[in-house]
Each structure stands twice: as C-alpha cells, then as structure tokens.
C-alpha cells in the first residue's frame, strides 16, 4: 500500500488531463442509470445541453481547478452511487448537476478560497441559474448527510485505476535502482578484489626481489671466498692456524 500512497502523491501533483476527465465522466454516468426523460420548462434545453465530458472539460478550462480538488470528486460521486437508490433516475441534465454540485463542494471544503456560487453559474455559460445551483449544493449535502470528509484510502480506493500505471512505473524505478546497487555493489567487490590480488602479486615480488638481492649477495661473499683462495691467500681457517702456531713455544709442534 505504500507505493500507492507515493502514487497519490504524484497523481495530486500532476497536471489534469484527458484522461482524468474521461475518469471522472465515467464515474459520473455510474450514479444514475441511463435516462431520457425530456427537459421540464426552465431546464437547459435538449439540442443546448453539452455532452457530460465537454461539460466537465469547460469547467476546468474556466476554473483552472487543482488536481487534487477536481479527482476527490470521485469520492463524493461513489458516495453518492451507494446512497441513491439501484433504480434512481433523472432527467438529461442531472448527470451534470451532479458532477457540479460535487467539485462546488470539493473546491469549498478544501480549499481556502473558491469560487462563489454566482461564479459557477458564470462558468457553466448559463447552463444553469445562480439558483440551480443552490439548490443542487443543498441538495448534495443533505444527502451526503454534511459528511464531505475524504481520507487518503477513500482517494487511493476510488482513484484506483488512475493510479496502477503510477504504482507500475514506481516499482519499475525501484527494480531498476536495485538492479543498479546490485551491479555497484559487485563492481566494487570486484574492485577490491583486483586490488587485494595486485596487491599480493606486488608484496611476492618484494619478496622475490629482497631474495634474489640476499642470494646474490650471499654467492657475491662465496665467490670472493674462493678468489682468495685460488690467490693463495690466507683463509679463516688458515689464519686460525697460524694464530695457534704462533701461540705454541719454541720447539714445540703442532
């Protein structure tokens, strides 16, 4: 669940695109079957009457409403799904009422400042009266019985199909950067271990070099030992021997 709250973070952060107004008209059309009861006197007429997705497209092209106060209108349109009874219906225009009574209450309960009610009237392109949507905001709370708190799993379960390719792309990243660590890690073992088996080679041929420097020196000091010898000069053991001919008396042999 954690990747999917790293994913809703990054889906409140992006910009609004197509698909979330497909998203939303899909979510929208799910409260209510479908219908086609003509348009009392005083209702936006039939040939008038956008298309649910152009209208929700004006909205946020007029509004530039926040990310995250246009998606948690899906929250209160599920809400609104499970309270409204399974043969609830409407007239061709409640589809929109709806979805704009929800972002109203969206852009008021979360936001410090929105827009009033009168500048919503201005930006459905009088679609529908300062009246009408008072109305529809009543309406919408009584039946939501004044509970518009929205959680992050609420966002995260209602949301959900929004971000799976967010969830997908951050375990990818994560694999990738495992994969990557794993390839540092033994590349760096790797490393020392060159380093260690250079290090080796370099401390055997200290050694070898001290060897060969003390056996040639020692074969230096026996090659001398010989020269003087083939010289006919005087050897320790020769020397040791006139020392002691030398220590003996008169007369007297060794």
């Known amino acids: 669940m954690s990747e999917y709250h790293k994913a809703l973070k990054v889906l409140m952060k992006s910009p609004v695109t197509d698909d979330m107004i497909r998203f939303l ?21 039939g040939n008038k009457l956008p298309s649910l997705m152009s209208f929700i497209s004006r909205l946020v092209r007029h509004t530039n409403v926040y990310t995250s106060t246009l998606l948690t209108t899906a929250c209160y349109l599920n809400k609104l799904k499970c309270i409204l009874p399974k043969d609830a219906s409407g007239l061709p225009s409640t589809v929109h009422r709806i979805f704009l009574a929800c972002l109203i209450l969206s852009a008021k309960f979360h936001n410090d400042s929105s827009p009033l009610n009168r500048h919503w009237a201005k930006y459905t392109d009088e679609l529908f009266t300062l009246e009408d949507i008072n109305l529809m905001e009543r309406q919408l709370i009584q039946l939501l019985n004044w509970d518009l708190r929205v959680t992050n799993d609420d966002l995260i379960l209602d949301l959900r199909r929004l971000l799976e390719p967010i969830v997908e792309d951050i375990e990818r990243t994560s694999r990738q950067r495992r994969r990557l660590q794993k390839h ?7 490393g020392a271990g060159l380093y260690e088996h250079q290090r080796n080679i370099s401390v055997c041929s200290e050694l070898s070099s001290a060897t060969l420097v003390e056996s040639r020196s020692n074969s230096s000091l026996r090659l001398d030992k010989e020269i003087w010898n083939d010289q006919g000069l005087p050897t320790s053991d020769s020397c040791e021997s006139l020392q002691t001919q030398e220590a003996l008396p008169a007369g007297t042999t060794n």
């Open 184 to 190: 540092q890690l033994r590349k760096t073992s790797a």
């Open 25 to 45: 008209t899909n979510c929208t059309l799910k409260v209510l079957p479908q219908h086609s009861y003509p348009s009392p006197p005083g209702s936006p007429k």
